[in-house]
């Protein structure tokens, strides 16, 4: 693996791989914490971020690396008119490892083209955000131990909400699995995801607009925000956006080990009530961010392909 675009550049055994290699540092944080010393993270976003880039910075120094970057457009040279390209060109003498957010479809990927260091894609436009996947990965494998046999409801904006692309992808790899879409119309998983991804691998799905009636089926419910930024027409956002409510009352349907999961930010999709549910595990999904994070960091500082000294796993 030399950058990380899209969940599709990782094999399942690399995701296992991941997964243990996160695990192992949950269980032993001290053993990894001058690991990466003298490493250099960069975080290029170019589009706003609390959980990606600073789990990503946290990683870095909780891993004996240090980190520099900018947090927005406006403060790097892309306001000048800069390209992605000239930009990597640059940041590659400069640090060891990128992370880039932006909000075209395609940049990170640019950027690996024209990168002497590897490139971890943090989230492009409503395509992929594969490390808020392993996020999601390393949450189910460790709160339900397994990846496989299990039906995932996704529910909220799957049109522009580039987590559930991550997802599902990822996730129709694993044996067993099979999908409830809950969104309105307007909001419903693009065709290329049903056609390609899952009709083409025979995976099981089902879409509806109603979520209490599917609840009781579910053993992981992935909330999404309606992804505002992404509207062409404030009116749509409006009338889309306060649909499906998750409270109280709703989860009384679901099964008492079902996991709900949401990558944060929330605006309303979920009552605040829910927050004290045992099954509310989103505070603790975005504390596993940081741990795969780390283990990914690692794992490509140390691929020998990447041609810098490897370190020891
Ligand atoms: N989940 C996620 O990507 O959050 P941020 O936008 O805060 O990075």
Redesign the pocket.
Known sequence: MHHLISPQDLSTTQINELIALAGRIIESPSSYSEICKGKKLATLFYE??????LSFEAAMLNLGGSVLGFSSADSSSAAKGESVADTIRVISSYADICAM?HPKEGAPMVAAMHSRIPVIN??DGGHN?PT?TLTDLLTISRLKGRLDHLTIGCCGDLKFGR?VHSLVNAMARYEGVRFVFISPEELKIPAYLRSDVLDSAGISYKETKNLEEVMPELDVLYMTRVQRERFFNEEDYIRLKDLFILDAEKMKYARPDMLVMH???RVNEISTEVDSDPRAVYFKQ?EY?MYIRMALILTLLSDPENKKEALVC
């Open positions: 706003p971020s609390t959980r990606t880039r957010r943090a989230g955000h808020q987590t990558p944060l930010p975005a961010g």
